[in-house]
């Protein structure tokens, strides 16, 4: 079986590298010259757990190849597309590059292809891509295109693409539906065999939900201060009820990546563009969008005027176990301390410093200890191993003045308070 993936960025790796396990010959296509280079030789583009080593084994056993050219498509029966889906600027997902990888495949068929749809799209976007290659075919010749979106956490990647919690796969025909599901025969899960816009609209409303659940406990969070209750705990309380799950309800400065804020803003702009009331979903936004600004009013409130403090800011990737700073809470914390004239020290295990966040008043240091050192106040906006676990009691010297204000809820409170800090989380005590 001949795999073309289209798109080799973080869910087109992944997705080459299983498809190459569970058997098929992949070819990795991507239009980025120095990261089919990278891919060549055997490296990661991204930081995320335990994938290179896969990526270099299916490569060694001849099932795994890149490369730019896109003549590929004819070579290969069946595609995926991996391409990404960004937000425009009225937050409508631009599919621009799924369009044009429609096209492509449409101009050089020369034999029947079965086109597998992973990247995010809104609802209708199977429709569309059918109609895109349609339009460039210079004879007719039959196709079938399926909807299959992509569950996979970062930094969960190499667990999640091997054991989903699902698969869904949005068909037309029973015939390419069950061809899509063969692909997947070795994993051992729930398949949901939908209609194409089912299928893309379970991708949504799945990113959506989980990202109501981290709003509603924010804004709670913001309660529990006032009433003097842990927000921690209660979640622990609500997270027994197997009705309600344990997970997604830790508060804290918001949720980040490429997912969740671009796919909530999609699905409201599909509400409004069908005159659809998506009320909840809009609230979930705004709570998201000002949760780090309520942490910023307690370093406020604690530190008064901010020009000139050292603030260390613990992690920038918009969760630990990868390097990705896509829509990360850690740089609207660091562009607003900047605009009070901060002096940021910031530390993180793999992220860096994006290049148009270089300033004079902001240095990163390759350890804690020199990002603690002379700080006026910590701020820890990603819980990574290294800081939840970190060694607060020799650090606490360190410091110039002993406040921490944690934006995830991860660090013991009472022990940093016993340690001599002046501790602040969100809704956490
Ligand atoms: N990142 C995740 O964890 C995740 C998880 C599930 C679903 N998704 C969805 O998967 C899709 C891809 O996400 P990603 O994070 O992998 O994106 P990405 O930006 O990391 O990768 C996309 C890749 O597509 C390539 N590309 C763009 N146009 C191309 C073309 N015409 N021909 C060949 N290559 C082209 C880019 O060069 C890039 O390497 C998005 O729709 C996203 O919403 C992402
Ligand atoms: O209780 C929680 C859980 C998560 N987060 C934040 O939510 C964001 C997203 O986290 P997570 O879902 O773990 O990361 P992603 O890799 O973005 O994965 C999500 O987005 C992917 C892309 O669509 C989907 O495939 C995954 O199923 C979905 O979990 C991060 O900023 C987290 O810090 C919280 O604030 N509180």
């Known amino acids: 079986m001949n795999i073309l993936v289209i798109g080799t960025g973080y869910v087109g790796a992944t997705t080459a590298i299983l498809l190459a396990k569970l058997g098929a010959n992949v070819t990795g296509l991507d239009l980025d010259e120095g990261k089919i280079k990278q891919l060549q030789n055997g490296v990661l583009t991204f930081y995320e757990p335990g994938l290179e080593p896969l990526l270099q084994e299916q490569m060694q056993e001849g099932h795994l190849t890149f490369t730019t050219n896109a003549m590929a498509v004819e070579q290969h029966e069946i595609i995926f597309i991996c391409v990404g889906t960004p937000s425009r600027y009225d937050g409508s997902t631009d599919l621009s590059a799924v369009r044009k990888v429609a096209e492509r495949i449409g101009q050089q068929m020369s034999s029947p292809k079965l086109v597998v749809i992973k990247s995010t799209v809104p609802p209708g976007t199977q429709k569309r891509v059918k109609r895109w290659i349609q339009e460039k075919q210079i004879k007719p010749i039959s196709f079938d295109v399926v909807s299959n979106p992509e569950f996979l956490r970062e930094g969960n990647a190499v667990y999640d693409a091997f054991h989903p919690d699902r ?3 949005g068909s037309d025909t029973e015939a390419a539906g069950k061809q899509v ?201 990603t819980e990574w191993k290294a800081y939840v676990e970190g060694d607060w009691e ?36």
């Open 167 to 169: 698969i869904i796969i």
């Open 181 to 381: 599901h063969a692909l997947f025969d070795a994993i051992e899960c729930p398949v949901v065999l939908t209609n194409p816009q089912t299928a893309e609209m379970i991708k949504y409303a799945s990113n959506a939900f989980l990202a109501a659940k981290i709003s509603y406990m924010n804004e709670l969070a913001r309660l529990c201060d006032e009433i003097e209750v842990s927000v921690t705990t209660v979640a622990e309380g609500m997270g027994y009820d197997p009705r309600i799950g344990r997970s997604f309800l830790q508060a804290g400065i918001g949720y980040g990546g490429s997912c969740f804020p671009k796919d909530v803003r999609s699905l409201l702009s599909l509400g409004a563009e069908l005159n659809t009331e998506l009320g909840i979903l809009k609230r979930v936004v705004d709570v998201n969008h000002s949760q780090y600004r309520y942490l910023m009013k307690k370093v406020k409130r604690k530190l008064g005027l901010l020009r000139g403090k050292r603030i260390a800011i613990l992690g920038l990737s918009f969760k630990p176990e990868t390097d990705d700073l896509r829509e990360a809470p850690a740089l609207a914390v660091i562009s607003e301390l900047m605009e009070h004239g901060a002096l940021l020290k910031v530390h993180d295990p793999v992220a860096k410093l994006p290049r148009e966040m270089q300033f004079p008043s902001i240095k990163s240091f390759p350890t804690i200890e020199e990002t603690l050192l002379g700080a006026h106040a910590v701020i820890l906006c």
């Open 394 to 429: 020799s650090w606490r010297p360190l410091l110039t003045e002993p406040y921490v204000f944690d934006g995830r809820n991860v660090l013991n409170a009472g022990r940093l308070k016993s340690l001599g800090y002046h501790y602040e989380g969100i809704g956490a005590r």
